[in-house]
């Protein structure tokens, strides 16, 4: 079956809800109590041991055959614009927004803006001190700018890419049913 990343991801968290669940169901089925002079069998919940294992690894073995083939499409697929795979892009994001974060607060700095110690306010006293920048304020908000820019194309084309390119996931069993 062919999917996009974004519709590979949405499988993927079907298959781990549905592993959790089973999980679930074990955990109340697996085991029961019954009270004295209570019949058994009338509380004993359904549950086979041999056919909850098979369902869980058959869903585990889904779950890998997925992530794998995410994993093989990010690490092959190159997002033109940028010529980096996708991989490369889900570093270079959380890079630019760090980046973009920094410049923020450099860029809105006053160029001489008054220290706010109030450690020494403690006692009757005089003192201030201030804090002056000592680089560019007007080169730093220029930089954040063009850092949001980037930003802003480089989580676009990968939006693009994730939601219109189309993949292989081999040894999936049709899930149009």
Not at 112 to 127: I, L
Not at 128 to 140: G, H, P, Q, R, T
Request: proline share 2%; net charge negative; aromatic share 10%.
């Amino acid at each position: 079956m062919l999917y996009t990343s974004a519709e590979a991801n949405k499988l993927l968290r079907e298959k781990n809800d549905y592993l959790k669940k089973l999980q679930g169901k074990e955990h109340q089925t697996s085991s029961f109590t019954v009270a004295l002079g209570e019949d058994l069998e009338s509380v004993r919940p359904e549950y086979s041991y041999s056919d909850m294992q098979a369902e869980m690894e058959k869903v585990m073995g889904e779950i890998r055959k997925i992530k794998h083939a995410i994993n093989v499409f990010n690490s092959v697929t190159v997002i033109p614009e940028f010529g980096m795979t996708i991989d490369e892009m889900l570093v270079y994001i959380p890079q630019l927004n760090a980046q973009k974060g920094r410049l923020e607060s450099l860029s809105s700095m006053l160029p001489k803006q008054r220290k706010e110690d109030y450690s020494y306010r403690s006692g009757n006293t005089n003192f201030v001190e201030y804090v002056y920048a000592n680089y560019d304020i007007s080169l730093a908000e220029k930089d954040y700018k063009k850092v949001s820019r980037e930003l802003s194309k480089a989580q676009t084309a990968l939006d693009v890419v994730n939601s219109s390119v189309k993949f292989e996931i081999q040894g999936l069993e049709d899930e149009t049913e």
